[in-house]
């Protein structure tokens, strides 16, 4: 592949380059083993002074409050943020800000995965999955409440308290929670996990591992269920039921759409021939990636692009 749209599309902007980028300082406690914790206004990075956010993950967390219209671009979807929001972004999701110069102001929070070591698993939250909820409308008095919460985080950080990092992990885990009360509670499964839950959880946690395509995941192995069931150590009868159980659909039903939705990530947001992502996802045709494409988007790859 063309090292330079690998480049593009794959680079990874570590917590570093983010300090780097925003004040030229890097802060020296920052890879110690306590993890890393900030909060910022975001006052001076909107506006005439807002820089552009590129399409591409980063190694850490971010949860942001922002007050003014804008666009986030999360996977293959894009959401506006009408008047205010509180979002929610991770290391395993790239997306992009547009329209930075409509906020008027805000507030966020970043922290590495090591911060929350031994704490917890912020991966098991809705707001951090590939498929869950990252934006949350809020009313006028919803942003008093986040507010009131970024202000504790603001005197605990500054404070000479001793166990100050877990008063705002605690912090941390009440933004989370306040958004996922937000949600529809049909949204969470208050069943127990019996053994198809677990292993349709288990193929759907291999199937995302793949993904997103980068210059460290340069072509999709695993394709179809077989090669799924092979990898779980079950039978493929077994694993279609299962999945077929909890889910509603088919494996390859499943794997299908987590396919189109890479390559429509790819086309829009990448540089990568037709070729180059129909390599990358496992097609070893660009003609029976095409004809997927067309199957499932009802579009050639190419027009996809260009609309």
Known sequence: MNSVNLWEMGKVETIEEFYRKKFDWIPDNLRKEIGHFNVFKLDPFVGDKAQPVPYKRRDYFKIMLVIGNSEVHFADQVVEVKNQALTFSNPEIPYK?????????????????????????????????????????LTDEQVDQVNTMYQRMFQEINSDYIHKYDVLRTLVFELIHFAMKMQPSAKFDKQPINASKRISTLFLELLERQFPIDDNHQSVKLRSAADFANQLNIHVNHLN???????????????????????????????????????????????????????????????????
Do not use: M
């Open 97 to 137: 800000w547009e329209h930075l110069d409509k906020i008027r102001s805000g507030v966020f929070c970043i922290f590495n995965p090591h911060f929350f070591h031994k704490y917890g698993n912020l991966q098991e939250y809705s707001v951090f999955q590939p498929g869950g909820t990252h934006i949350f409308e």
């Open 241 to 307: 039921r299962a999945v077929k159980d909890t889910t509603g659909k088919t494996t390859t039903q499943i794997i299908a759409e987590r396919i189109l939705q890479e390559a429509k990530i790819l086309l829009k947001h990448s540089a990568w021939s037709v070729s180059e992502i129909a390599y990358a996802l496992g097609f070893t045709e660009v003609t029976h990636f095409n004809n997927f494409f067309k199957k499932h988007a009802q579009l050639s790859p190419l027009k996809f692009r260009s609309v």
